[in-house]
């Protein structure tokens, strides 16, 4: 009788024991994330390549990718800040010689949207400096994301 028993037992208390754990209280918690405002702009290289002399009919482009948040709104610059400067001059230069090659350049579309966007800068070289001193010539040149 004793064998038997012991396994009955043993199986009350196993019974017991998970009845105890029956019940199941809960709790809640938060998940939350705040996305700010935020734009990348970057812009292609220019090389009008190898000249001999400058005709006026020299033009080159830039492919400005613009990437913002959805449904942020923006506009391209060439100065910093809300004032959108869309178009502009520079001066290229050969650290050897003082006289520059002027350039100019402007965006060929509208410079402004939402989101992400493509948007090109087109540069000429106008015939002021026909035949400039052998050299390398180049500027750096900024272009702004204003949102």
Do not use: D, H
Request: net charge positive; hydrophobic share 45%; with cysteine.
């Amino acid at each position: 009788m004793r064998k038997y028993l012991l396994p009955l037992i043993a199986t009350a208390g196993l019974a017991s024991a998970s009845s105890a754990f029956a019940a199941t209280a809960s709790g809640t918690f938060n998940v939350q994330v705040t996305i700010v405002k935020a734009c990348s702009v970057a812009a292609t290289a220019i090389n009008f390549g190898n000249l001999s002399t400058i005709l006026g009919t020299e033009s080159a482009n830039s492919t400005v990718s613009v990437v913002c948040n959805a449904g942020t709104p923006y506009n391209l610059s060439f100065i910093s800040g809300n004032n959108a400067a869309i178009t502009a001059s520079g001066n290229l230069l050969n650290g050897a010689n003082t006289i520059p090659v002027n350039y100019a350049f402007a965006n060929a579309a509208a410079a402004a949207g939402t989101g992400t966007a493509t948007n090109t800068i087109a540069v000429t070289l106008p015939t002021a400096t026909p035949y400039p001193a052998t050299g390398l010539y180049q500027q750096t040149q900024t272009v702004y994301v204003n949102y």
